[in-house]
């Protein structure tokens, strides 16, 4: 099993739309998760990090399930900007990041 | 806003060659990692500097490559011995701390885009 997984998409969406990314982790002592965005070529960008009891960043949700080793990203009014892949990020007991492959999302007008 | 910074943008060499990748963190981080993404990969996880030593390295960090904080500002990976298999894009990134909370967000530099010829 991959340590974190991700639908890789892509998810086509208009403009105004919302859109749910889900992510898995199968190392349950992971402690820290984190939602970064990676537009093409480029390095990766921290878009928020995810908390136990969920958290909001306008129009962005993370949400968080231990007991699922579940992570998502909800995506509310999408723009044309939001247009990047979505990565899903674990720390597990040391520094290292580990990324998900990423959701590649395409927001058109 | 302060950025971590990386030199050369691009690198391509011969196989069987040396090269030396560079990175500036940003001032005030403790902590220095590199990662590397080969194309349409996943972004993977090489290695942790603190302390002027190695804290946590992947598999992928053999005995080819090596780190090093020459001076107050720079940190570098070198490769010793260039494979084709090591075309990637290298990325640097820097946190203030290693651990729990909001010091422990990674930054990441634009990345080197390395091709091994």
């Known amino acids: 099993r991959k340590e974190v997984e991700q639908d890789p998409g892509p998810f086509n969406v208009p403009e105004g739309a919302t859109v749910a990314f889900n992510c898995t982790y199968s190392n349950s002592a992971s402690q820290s998760f984190f939602w970064y965005r990676q537009d093409c070529r480029k390095e990766p960008k921290l878009l928020m990090s995810v908390y136990s009891s969920g958290n909001e960043d306008g129009r962005f949700t993370a949400q968080l399930n231990r007991a699922s080793q579940y992570i998502s990203l909800l995506i509310r009014d999408s723009k044309l900007s939001d247009s990047a892949t979505y990565l899903c990020?674990?720390?597990?007991?040391?520094?290292?990041?580990?990324f998900g492959k990423g959701t590649t999302l395409s927001v058109s007008s | 806003e302060p950025e971590v910074t990386q030199t050369p943008s691009h690198q391509v060499t011969q196989m069987g060659q040396e090269v030396i990748l560079r990175c500036v963190p940003i001032?005030?981080?403790?902590?220095f990692y590199w990662y590397r993404q080969i194309l349409g990969q996943k972004v993977e996880f090489l290695v942790s500097f603190y302390n002027n030593e190695i804290s946590e390295k992947s598999e992928i960090f053999d005995d080819q490559f090596s780190v090093e904080r020459p001076d107050g500002s720079n940190f570098t990976l070198k490769i010793r011995s260039t494979k084709l298999e090591d075309s990637a894009m290298y990325f640097c990134?820097?946190?203030?701390?290693?651990?729990?909370?909001?010091?422990?967000?990674?930054?990441f530099g634009p990345g080197t885009r390395l091709l091994v010829l």
């Open positions: 001032s005030n981080h403790l902590y």
């Open positions: 990134a820097s946190s203030e701390g290693g651990g729990w909370g909001r010091q422990e967000t990674q930054y």
């Open positions: 990020v674990v720390r597990k007991a040391g520094t290292a990041l580990i």
